[in-house]
């Protein structure tokens, strides 16, 4: 990404789906950290037509609980109980947000330790991170203003999610 000036100066995460882990970068390419995430529990590399407004209606289907591949341009906000999160794709309501509370957490909170990749599908879609990291890092470098998301493929290759942003295999 720093090679082609692709990321136009702004901070910017590397979600490795297949490694279950993402990388953030500061807007000077300096890596601010790095760490475990769930990711949607279905595989796959696109969304589901309609799946910004069947999660707003809480009707998603196991199709939806993707988190699709692709280079988007995220902004800060907040989630509809007012917890900061990063706007991956509004459209889609795919967002990076620290783990939230509730019944599961403790399950999530062992799968984000847990060095098995499988372990790490556990969301409807967005990209969890663990509540420090969050605080620590996602926070001070992507919650204050725009930044770029590159969430890797894992049904293709890189080169073929971006033919002119990377050179041939």
Known sequence: MLETGDHAGLPFVVVHKRAGLALVYRADGRLAGASSVLLGST????????????????TLRRSDLTTPAGRFESEPGHNLGGEPIVWIDYASALAIHRLRPGSTKTQRALRLASVKVSDKRASAGCVV??????????????????GVVYVMPETRSW?????????PD
């Open 43 to 58: 595989a796959g590399d696109q969304a589901t037509a309609g799946v910004g407004e069947r999660t707003s209606l809480g």
């Open 159 to 167: 080169h073929q999610q971006w033919p002119g942003l990377v050179g």
């Open 129 to 146: 991170v663990p509540e420090a990291f969050y605080d620590q890092v996602i926070g001070p470098v992507l919650g204050q203003g725009r």
